[in-house]
């Protein structure tokens, strides 16, 4: 549930759904048999590779691909059929899509004067939206005089200036450079949280997604791969998948065998020959599993230290301030250790590994969550 | 990287010096030597007495002098307009067309561009012949159920030279647009859609404007070579009343190599070229004045 909508107290709506909507171009299949709601007021990602069909449905809630079966609802109204001028929705293009002939002003009061608004209503919307944006002294500026974090700006002008109902984005900041993209991600929070607008956001960058959304949806090769809050997902990945897409540095994996299950506790023999407990939900009968932990449960010790899982020797270590990153060569394989920031390692040095087993997960043969 | 400024200069004159040779001796000098001929009363070939600007006040007083003129401009706003707009229509309707289909469209509006001018002569006066040409079809509509001879009729034989002309050279135009359209991304008119903009108001607010300069670029290639008429009129109306549809650059053929008067012809080649210069100049500025407002 948003902020906004906890605030005054309403149960959270359903604003967009789509219902087992299917998008084939030709014979490719992009989206298959999908569902999926919006709540009113949420900032809701949609997150996945690229070519996972992400950027497809936002399209479609958008009307600018038809939509090959099923349906699309906005408040509750049919819109499958429905242009997309006519559908309360404005949406925010990667590439901007800013008429390069008009100036600033002319680009956010474009849909005014097509709706045939007076031009002194045009003036003032625009100035209105200009002055939420800090773009009051580019008004007579073309796109081409503008840097790209104005443009970008211009553009969310140009969809707030329609009042909009439901905001679409489209991996917005995937064109400017890391540190405008920070502040930009600040000012489309700062923006969600003063207008309280319902807002669907399109990202392959899942620091994006964890930071902006209260609402994530994770997409894999046009399906629904899980859906939940941030930290859901970061903690309780349903499928393998998740938990390699979520995080930074990415989750490790290992292949282990299972020696007993016992109700919700798997034994597990890691390799080196040590058993550990490892809780599961599900996968009864499962004889073997891959390990995932992520880098940040598994710890330098020493060695001969008997809480070491196993040993490796340390390959490459990045030196990130906060926090260091160890590449480090085991028997199954190179694992990912983020440690504290002074950690004291070497190249080359053989280091024993604690694995805090109870942020372990286990994965079953077809990628889900045990 | 540095390099001495010498050395840069250097390299720049030995790569510039072919094109300043032969821009100097093909065209800068015989333009000057026309120019100094036009004030001569010389023959074809060989000198003659200086004359002031006799040839000029000769000009100014012949009829079939400002016949051509006046057949030149009438021309080029026969073509010149038609050609750009119907381009324009036509690059529209390619643009929308996908995959193979659009190049074989293409392919086919541009195809009569590689025809050289003596085959469209020869295809257009078969297709206008009087007696079996499969356009009288349609000539016959409009006189009364008769055949018409088009290019011996002093009236339409300039609308119908145009007329060939513009399909002639439509192609070309055409792939002109096309690429002024491809510039535009297909998200600025999803944008556009979004914002409630029409078919039509994405034509005028997006469209138009974008395809300007193209617009301008088509619509001053097109008056430079169209004013610049000589091979279509000049075999349309060989065997005809020639005098009644002479062009300039017909004028002055006729003045030098079949006259012998290289001094007129000269002054009457000066005429022409401040008249391009002039028109394609002025006309630029003006449309692109407009454009950037």
């Known amino acids: 549930m948003s902020a906004v909508a906890a605030k005054n107290g309403e149960a959270a709506a359903p604003h967009v759904e789509l219902r087992r909507v299917t998008k084939r171009y030709g014979p490719v299949t992009a989206i298959s048999d999908l569902s999926l709601t919006v709540d009113k007021g949420s900032f809701t990602a949609l997150l996945g590779p690229s070519g996972c069909g992400k950027s497809t449905l936002l399209r479609m809630i958008a009307g600018l691909e038809p939509i090959t079966a099923g349906q699309c609802f906005i408040d509750n109204l049919d819109v499958t059929d429905v242009p997309p001028a006519q559908r309360r929705i404005a949406m925010v293009f990667q590439s901007y899509a800013l008429y390069p002939h008009m100036t600033v002003r002319q680009n956010i009061a474009f849909s005014l004067s097509v709706a045939g608004q007076p031009k002194k209503v045009q003036n003032e919307r625009a100035l209105e939206v200009a002055r939420i944006l800090q773009l009051e002294p580019y008004l007579d500026r073309r796109p081409a005089e503008l840097s790209g974090g104005q443009r970008q700006r211009v553009a969310i002008g140009r969809a707030l200036v329609r009042k909009p109902e439901v ?3 489209d991996e917005p900041l995937s064109n400017l450079d890391a540190k405008l993209r920070v502040q930009m991600r600040l000012e489309l929070a700062k923006l969600h949280a003063d207008l309280g607008t319902t807002m669907i956001y399109v990202t392959h960058d899942q620091t994006e997604a964890m930071t902006l959304a209260d609402k994530i949806v994770v997409l894999d090769k046009g399906v629904i791969s899980q859906v939940g809050s941030p930290l859901e997902l970061y903690n309780a990945p349903a499928n393998k998948f998740v938990a390699a897409f979520i995080g930074s540095p990415s989750m ?3 292949p282990v065998d299972i020696a007993a ?26 004889r073997s599993a891959e390990l995932g932990v992520r880098p940040e449960h598994l710890t330098v010790v020493d060695p001969k230290d008997p809480a070491a899982a196993f040993a490796g020797a340390v390959a490459i270590i990045e030196r990130l301030g ?35 087993q109870s942020h372990a997960r286990l994965f079953g043969a077809t990628g889900a969550t045990l | 990287m540095l390099r001495s400024k010498r050395s840069e200069y250097t390299t720049a004159a030995i790569l510039m010096a072919p094109f300043v040779v032969i821009y100097g001796l093909l065209f800068v000098y015989p333009t000057i030597k026309m120019a100094q001929l036009s004030l001569t009363d010389a023959p074809l070939i060989g000198a003659g007495k200086w004359v002031g600007l006799d040839n000029y006040y000769r000009l100014a007083s012949d009829r079939l002098f400002s016949v051509a003129v006046w057949n030149t401009v009438y021309f080029v ?26 190049s074989v469209v293409l392919a086919a509006f541009f195809l009569p561009y590689i025809l050289p001018v003596s085959v469209v002569f020869r295809i257009w006066s078969w297709m206008f012949d009087k007696d079996f040409g499969i356009a009288q079809n349609a000539v016959q509509l409009f006189n009364n159920g008769q055949h018409l001879s088009i290019f011996r009729t002093i009236p339409l034989f300039m609308p119908a030279v145009a007329f060939v002309t513009v399909w002639w050279l439509l192609g070309f135009n055409v792939l002109l647009f096309i690429a002024g359209l491809r510039n535009i991304s297909t998200e600025i008119y999803e944008a556009a859609g979004l914002d409630g903009a029409s078919r039509w108001a994405q034509f005028t607010r997006i469209t138009w404007p974008l395809v300007w300069p ?19 009129v000049y075999l349309f109306a ?9 062009v300039m650059v017909q004028f002055i053929f006729t003045e030098a190599f079949q006259m012998n008067k290289g001094g007129l012809a000269a002054a009457a080649s000066v005429v022409l070229f401040v008249l391009i210069v002039v028109l ?13 407002r």
Do not use: C
């Open chain 2, 77 to 102: 706003i026969l073509s010149v307009v038609p050609s750009t707009l119907v381009a324009m229509l036509v690059a529209l309707g390619v643009n929308r067309l996908k995959g193979w289909t659009q």
């Open chain 2, 280 to 292: 394609s100049v002025v006309q630029f500025q003006l449309l692109r004045a407009r454009g950037a």
């Open chain 2, 214 to 232: 193209v617009t301008v670029l088509v619509f001053t290639i097109n008056l430079i070579l169209q004013l610049k008429i000589f091979d279509q």
């Open chain 1, 167 to 169: 905001f679409l984005f």
């Open chain 1, 322 to 356: 906060n926090s260091t990153i160890l590449y480090i060569e085991t028997a199954v394989g190179q694992l990912i250790v983020e440690g504290e920031g002074d950690l004291d390692a070497k190249s080359g040095q053989t280091v024993g590994l604690r694995l805090n």
């Open chain 1, 252 to 254: 490790n994996f290992f």
């Open chain 2, 238 to 246: 060989n065997g005809g009343r020639v005098g009644a549809t002479m």
């Open chain 1, 261 to 286: 299950i016992n109700g919700r506790t798997a034994s597990v023999v890691l390799p080196g020959g040590r058993t550990v407990e490892i809780g599961i939900a599900a996968g009864a009968g499962a």
